[in-house]
């Protein structure tokens, strides 16, 4: 099977981790080989969380530089750091809320322009798709549900051998019974919100 | 019921490594489990301590990594089968207890996990601790896969009964925190009761007793040896007369190199999963029947070596490389590209196209390092201490925690580091070796792991220094474990005593002890000026639970803060705290609301106190 290489940066607290678990259970039963990794040093400390699914017939379970297919960015500013992540067929999925970091309330460091830091990646990849995940988030009903958004995005993308239909199944049994409506709701308006 | 038990053999589950670890030590049978939390080892005790609540495993979150080997070492000297898991640095700690239960050896399987940390993610070195089992002389098993550390488990403690010497086990960090599809294999009813029998000869290591268990050491070193050159967890694959030997994740890594270079009938590999003693007639044999030969592997050249060594011995000259400046580093961790860079480059094949994207646009982005939580009872201790300290030169050795963070700026509290528990020695040394004043941090949770003897030092010896003790309740870095300090009856769960840190400080006679509650910032930094200025050794120990972890066990939050109108945009609060619940609104300093706990630090060094709790609706 071809394989396909796909990382997900975010802050920590958002989410990144349960939807990498969602891509991976949804592939565990669709029978389609999966391995993932991530570096979650001190992510609740306010650190960035790396994660990386290696879809089909690969060992590694880490991606090197220049190597992903897909990259979702969970935060734009984390979107373009993970740059180096990409080769020039990639395609970028990002959420366009900014959560600048602390060091910019220090002054030590400006946060990007958003025009210009999507100019930046889109004139480097394939493809890429910028949305306002958390305000499609709080529409479905919970802010929490940025991760599903994107998730949504993402599949509606169409370059991973998933389909939506695993991954939402995955999410009606695998997140948290109280959340399942929600979390679907913010998929499907992360699907909705992407066109051809 | 805890998904580890699920009891499915041949079932598919998704699984972290570290679950994967756990799942095989129960489907050994473990018995008897001790830890001291460590990072990326962590997750196995949290899993085994959950599952050691509905079964019959023991499982001990110890005091330091030196008691939790010291307490799997006796279950399994009564026969049970036992295991023990740390970081890298923590087998450091449990060394001493390791060199010699070598000797000893065990009746019942004893595993010890070592979880390395190349690329140093959460750690302060990158040492390989495959040198441990030369050291010792002790069996080593590496897994290269998620399934396969499942897979390794029941086998290590198999090997370690039938030679009767503990066996380590040793991970790094993209094997524990690697995700895969696990298959589940049968999970058996452990035996959980021991007995020891008394055998002083084998058991009292006396130096003329252990000079016979020396021997006793060495053979078991030849019978090690003969399974490892018949170990299924050494193999070849592949043929052709290019060679690579590799272990750990490395192997992947090899795997996906020569498929993506098409080398799948030039390329032979050698992956070794039992690494000590090494297969030394089986990389002998390997090695001559290539023309040349690549060794692959994380952290130091201990196959390179031992490679070469094997094929000196035999009088063979195939060039064997691994480590050096045009190949592999000894440094950080490996990735795909790397390797078959690599590989490109040993076999004098052309080096694959680079295939990154041009970043020479992007301009410098801001960093995100970590940064202590909003509220975080840390920032409201460091920023009273420098109060109190304003005027007085000081140095301030820190330790491993969370609050190591309250070295950067700014706060910039923390100025030598070296290893758990070395806070309190070093600042004995400093205040031998200099005329400043010192000025010492130590979370409780190190405190009781490594912090005691070196206060017991500081008073025997009279040094003039001040220790901090930032008690919050938890360990809390490596996710909320408890330790001795901890009210585990006020949680819920019963059998279990408590040890007041208070109480052991003044039991060692320190000269002056002070409690303060950090949020209350004028009174803390008058108790610490206090303790600053006794002649001595003084303790401070500094009392408020963990925010993250009070939030964890859905304590009442207070009301969150919000900056009033009266600011006048100094900005002291950003400037001398930085929490991160603070942004910046254009130029005006705002709080987030959800972020902020409520802690009022803030609002109290406020000079123009425009920082005010949010009204209610
Ligand atoms: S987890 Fe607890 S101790 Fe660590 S930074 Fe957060 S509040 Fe502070």
């Not at chain 2, 990594?65 to 023990?84: F, P």
């Not at chain 2, 491993?400 to 600042?427: E, K, R």
């Not at chain 2, 019963?494 to 950090?518: C, D, K, M, N, Y």
Request: charge should be neutral; charged fraction near 20%.
């Amino acid at each position: 099977m071809e394989t396909k290489r796909l990382i997900i940066v975010a802050v920590g607290g958002q989410g990144n981790l349960l939807a990498s678990k969602v891509l991976g259970e949804a592939a565990l039963a669709a029978g389609v080989p999966v391995r993932m990794s991530e570096i979650h040093g001190m992510a609740q400390r306010g650190g960035v969380v790396e994660s990386a699914l290696v879809f089909g017939d690969a060992h590694s379970t880490i991606i090197s530089d220049g190597e992903a297919d897909l990259v979702v960015g969970f935060e734009p500013l984390e979107t373009l750091r993970a740059l180096n992540k990409c080769h020039a067929r990639t395609v970028v999925v990002t959420n366009l809320t900014p959560l600048p970091p602390f060091t910019v309330a220090i002054g030590r460091g400006v946060y990007p322009d958003l025009e210009h830091l999507q100019n930046l990646i889109r004139s480097r990849v394939a493809r890429l798709v910028a949305l306002d995940a958390a305000a499609l988030a709080k529409a479905a009903g919970s802010i929490l549900s940025v991760n599903m958004v994107l998730l949504g995005a993402l599949l509606r993308v169409g370059n991973l051998p998933l389909d939506a239909d695993a991954v939402r199944e995955t999410i009606r049994t695998r997140t948290k019974a109280e959340f399942a409506a929600v979390n679907l709701a913010a998929f499907e308006s992360g699907f909705a919100h992407v066109r051809d | 019921m805890h998904r580890l038990l699920t009891d499915a053999p041949g079932q598919q589950m998704l699984m972290l490594g570290n679950e994967a670890i756990a799942r095989g030590a129960l489907e050994a049978g473990v018995a008897v489990a001790s830890t001291y939390p460590g990072t990326p080892s962590s997750e196995i005790s949290l899993h085994l301590f959950q599952i050691s609540r509905r079964t019959d495993l023991t499982f001990e979150y110890a005091t330091n990594e030196k008691v939790a080997l010291e307490v799997a070492a006796a279950a399994a000297n009564a026969g049970l089968r036992s295991l023990s898991i740390m970081k890298h640095v923590g087998l450091n700690v449990a060394a001493d207890a390791l060199m010699t239960l070598a000797y000893v050896g065990v009746r019942g399987g004893m595993v010890i996990l070592t979880a390395d940390d190349p690329f140093m993610f959460s750690s302060q070195n990158e040492q390989d601790n495959r040198y441990y089992a030369k050291l010792s002389g002790l069996p080593m098993i590496e897994p290269s896969s998620v399934d396969e550390a499942r897979a390794m488990m029941a086998a290590a403690f198999d090997l370690s009964e039938q030679l009767g010497e503990p066996v380590l086990f040793r991970t790094t960090t993209r094997i524990n925190h690697s995700t895969a599809p696990v298959r589940l294999g049968p999970l058996p009813e452990p035996r959980t009761r021991g007995d020891f029998i008394k055998e002083p000869l084998r058991c009292v290591t006396v130096p003329a007793v252990s000079r016979r268990l020396h021997v006793r050491l060495l053979e078991n070193w030849e019978k090690a040896a003969a399974l490892s050159e018949a170990s299924a967890f050494n193999r070849v694959t592949g043929s052709g007369t290019w060679g690579v030997i590799c272990s750990g994740v490395s192997h992947g890594y090899v795997l996906d190199a020569v498929a993506d270079l098409h080398l799948t009938d030039r390329v032979r590999i050698l992956r070794i999963g039992f690494s000590h003693p090494l297969p030394e007639r089986m990389i002998t044999d390997f090695v001559a029947g290539c023309e040349r030969v690549l060794v692959v592997e994380e952290g130091e050249p201990y196959l390179e070596e031992a490679a070469r060594a094997a094929a000196q011995a035999s009088g063979i000259t195939v060039p064997i490389r691994g480590k050096g400046a045009d190949l592999f580093s000894r440094l950080y961790e490996f990735d795909p590209a790397l390797v078959r860079r690599c590989l490109a480059v040993y076999f004098g094949l052309e080096a694959p196209a680079v295939s990154t994207v041009d970043r020479s646009e992007v301009p410098d982005l801001p960093q995100r390092p970590p940064n202590l939580c909003a509220g975080c009872s840390h920032r409201a201790t460091f920023y009273a201490v420098k109060k109190a300290a304003e005027g007085v030169e000081t140095i301030c050795p820190t330790d491993i925690g969370c609050y190591t963070l309250g070295f950067l700026p700014p706060l910039s509290m923390g100025d030598f580091l070296i290893c758990m528990g070395s806070s309190v020695g070093t600042a004995c040394g400093f205040a031998a070796a200099t005329d400043k004043k010192v000025i010492a941090f130590i979370g409780d949770s190190t405190f009781f792991h490594s912090g005691i003897p070196g206060l017991v030092n500081a008073v025997f010896n009279q040094h003039d220094i001040t220790l901090v003790i930032l008690d919050n309740g938890t360990t809390a870095m490596t996710g909320h474990q408890p330790h001795p300090g901890v009210d585990m009856a006020a949680l819920g769960i019963q059998g279990f005593g408590r040890v007041s840190i208070e109480a052991v400080v003044r039991a060692l006679g320190v000269g002056h002890v002070t409690v303060v509650r950090p949020y209350r910032v004028e009174k803390s930094v008058a108790a610490i000026r206090e303790a600053i200025a006794f002649k001595g050794v003084s303790v401070v120990i500094s009392q408020e639970v963990c925010t993250l972890y009070a939030r964890s066990l859905k304590r009442p939050r207070a009301k969150a803060f919000r900056v009033g109108d009266k600011c006048r945009n100094h900005r002291d609060c950003i400037q001398q705290l930085g929490c991160p619940a603070f942004y910046l609104d254009g130029q005006q300093v705002r709080i987030d609301a959800d972020l902020c706990t409520g802690c009022s630090v803030c609002a109290q060094i406020c000079p123009e106190h425009a920082i005010v709790p949010v009204r209610e609706g």
